[in-house]
């Protein structure tokens, strides 16, 4: 079963919520700041769910992302990172605020189109 750790990155933090291509959310949208500690939280979090196909995705954004991405690349998962603009014309919106939440659930979406 396939599986995506969908990361909505912004400055010194990200949003982030793991599902499988079921639709099945196993980890809740939660922050989780760029730095260690945190990184390693979700890993172990992640690592009890014995996931057999996992995928770390994201969206580029600027600098922001590269240590959420270099992270789970030196763990040696499948880390794949987008232009925002795919993310853009697949999601035009019209929101005027930004909703984190709702952004992790769009990329996973996304990630299983």
Known sequence: MRSVLSVD???GKSMVMLSTE??????????IKHNLK????????INSFKLEDLTIFMESTGIYHLPVE???KEQGLNTLVI???TTKN????LRKT????KDCMRLAKLFFC
């Open 98 to 101: 930004k909703t984190d939440t």
């Open 90 to 93: 697949n999601y035009d919106t």
């Open 83 to 85: 232009n925002s603009l």
């Open 9 to 11: 990155v912004a400055k």
């Open 22 to 31: 079921y639709g099945e959310v196993l980890i809740e949208p939660k922050e």
């Open 70 to 72: 270099r992270y789970f």
């Open 38 to 45: 945190d990184f390693d939280d979700l890993k172990n979090q």
